[in-house]
Nanobody
């Protein structure tokens, strides 16, 4: 069974850099036909797709976040990491990692999510 687990700090100061890691078990992140995805949901708002890293390490980002976002991976640990720079209180959200099936763009497995608050 595929499982994803987010980890990282729950509190980040304004203008600092947020880093979250998603640990994947039950499926290799280097297996073709999947994208590994970051999504977030600010309080009281809808889901926002942030970006993906593919099995070959290629990446794609939301245009609105592209200048501040980077996704990388550690294949030895079967993990992928989100880095979001210059955060503001508007980046306060539940952050999720998920697996996306490349042929359908369906996100079939999700982590439970981790709340990140941006505050001084």
């Amino acid at each position: 069974q595929v499982q994803l687990q987010e980890s990282g700090p729950g509190l980040v100061g304004p203008s600092q850099t947020l880093s979250l890691t998603c640990s994947v078990s039950g499926h290799s992140i280097t297996t073709p036909s999947n994208y590994w995805t970051w999504i977030r949901q600010p309080p009281g708002k809808g889901l926002e797709w942030m970006g993906v890293i593919a099995h070959d390490g290629s990446t794609a980002y939301s245009p609105s976040l592209k200048s501040r976002t980077s996704i990388s991976r550690d294949t030895s640990r079967n993990q992928f990491t989100l880095v979001l720079s210059s955060v503001t209180p508007e980046d306060t959200a539940l952050y999720y990692c998920a697996r996306t099936i490349s042929s359908t763009y369906a996100m079939d497995y999700w982590g439970k999510g981790t709340l990140v608050t941006v505050s001084s």
